[in-house]
């Protein structure tokens, strides 16, 4: 059975650090790897999505996640972080695109004025 | 804009009841949902795979007779939590695929179930 894990539950940045969220998953097969934001009370918002080709995927808000099959990892990084990117973050894997996912368990973000 | 309107957003029910949750496609086809459901600080878990026409699937452990799901057009699909308990106090989020090979997964905003 797939597994996501998200080593770090919350993190703490300074507004105009950089941030790094890491993601690593356990697959039989070729994953279709997702990440989702999620503030407050709210739905998810897809950010990135790698299926496959370039290891290095551009999303939405600035974000970008690097795909490294060696490491079974999907980390999602921003160069600088702004206030409004306060959330929770979720990585997630799927046998397909539009298939069922399997979450991690999530990264709170804060950021620090 | 969205393209999962989920309804209502939050509901609060006596012990008992039964509540209704709506999950709508907007402006595509969706032969395909998904029911989610999140406890507080926790992550998200697949309750059960909504298809047009036919049962819904329900994963491991999700008691089917306490969480009906009809999926009745191709862009409705609505979760309905029977006779319920303080222990079904959540969040529950749909989700459903846009057409195309390679679209992902779009959720909705979820439903706050408080039930007293």
């Known amino acids: 059975a797939q597994s996501v894990t998200q080593p770090d539950i919350h993190i703490t940045v300074s507004e105009g650090a950089s941030l790094e969220l890491r993601c690593n998953y356990s697959y039989g097969a070729t994953p279709y790897l997702f990440w989702y934001v999620q503030s407050p009370g709210q739905g998810l918002q897809l950010l990135l999505k790698y299926f496959s080709g370039d290891t290095l995927v551009q999303g939405i808000k600035g974000f970008e996640a690097e795909f490294k099959r060696s490491q079974s990892s999907f980390n999602l990084r921003k160069p600088s972080v702004h206030w409004s990117d306060a959330a929770e973050y979720f990585c997630a894997v799927g046998l397909a695109a539009g298939n069922k996912l399997t979450f991690g368990g999530g990264t709170r973000v804060l950021v620090k004025p | 804009g969205a393209v999962v309107s989920q309804h209502p957003s939050r509901v609060i029910c006596k012990s008992g009841t039964s509540v209704k949750i709506e999950c709508r496609s907007l402006?595509?086809?969706?032969?395909?949902m998904f029911w989610y459901r999140q406890f507080p600080k926790q992550s998200l878990m697949l309750m059960a795979t909504s298809n047009e026409g036919s049962k819904a699937t329900y994963e491991q452990g999700v008691e089917k007779d306490k969480f009906l799901i009809n999926h009745a057009s191709l862009t409705l699909s609505t979760l309905t939590v029977t006779s319920a308990h303080p222990e079904d106090s959540s969040f529950y989020i749909c989700?459903?695929?846009?057409?195309?090979?390679?679209?992902?997964?779009?959720f909705g905003n979820g439903t706050r179930l408080t039930v007293t």
């Open positions: 402006d595509f086809q969706a032969t395909t």
């Open positions: 989700s459903a695929k846009l057409p195309g090979g390679n679209s992902p997964l779009h």
